[in-house]
């Protein structure tokens, strides 16, 4: 919870000086709104047989600052769902499973235009883990269970890093496409020797300026 205050106090905070530039800047600070897919994924699950993606969805806000010509800095705050989804056998009975792991995060993106309306960015995640679930099914009977949310057996702060392309159709409207990937062992207490599972995500959406 500390470190989920302290990386919203630190946004609102950039977000506040976003405000304050702007109303300076030639190149004006601009916020907006985004929305989108998310294909999901985690590096290592030894015991699973087969693991797949799972689609989940990211929304939130953002702003855009200026720092020259063709660069700027663009922190956001996003909900987005993490996970994967996999099949497993026990004594003949086929299983399947879906991990649903929902993160408040925080990128903080720096952008170059490559020309105006279309730019590649890179920059640090910050992920903070609000739900964790996950979904049983029997493949034979179709019967299925969820567990509770069991968060605080996990790694509730995520490291990630990220890279995008984005590009705006109108001054307005924007395609975003950007690739996250996990530095930080979602377990929480990893037995010595054992590989480390981290998050993969690759996110496509819209984003919205406010001009």
Known sequence: MKKLILGL??????????????NTSSNPVTFG???????????????????????????????????????SVQPEVQ?????????????????SASTKLDYITVPVMFQY????????????????????KNKFKNESNGDSNTTD???????????????????????????TARYVAGLTDVA???PSGSDATRNNLFQVGLA???K
């Open 9 to 22: 106090a630190l946004t609102a905070g950039t977000f506040a000086f976003a405000q304050q530039t702007g």
């Open 33 to 71: 709104v985004k929305g989108g897919m998310n294909v999901s994924s985690l590096s290592k699950d030894s015991g699973l047989d087969d693991q797949k993606s799972k689609i989940g969805f990211n929304a939130g806000v953002f702003a855009n600052i200026p720092l020259a010509a063709s660069f």
């Open 79 to 95: 909900y987005s769902q993490y996970g994967n989804k996999s099949d497993y056998t026990i004594g003949g009975t086929k299983f």
């Open 208 to 210: 919205y300026k406010f």
């Open 113 to 132: 235009n490559l020309i105006p309306n279309l730019y590649v960015e890179a920059g640090p995640e910050f992920g903070f883990m609000v739900s964790a």
């Open 149 to 175: 949310n069991y968060k605080d057996n996990l790694n509730t702060f995520n490291f990630g890093i990220g890279l995008g392309a984005g590009y705006y159709f109108t001054p307005n409207l924007g395609l």
């Open 188 to 190: 929480k207490n990893r």
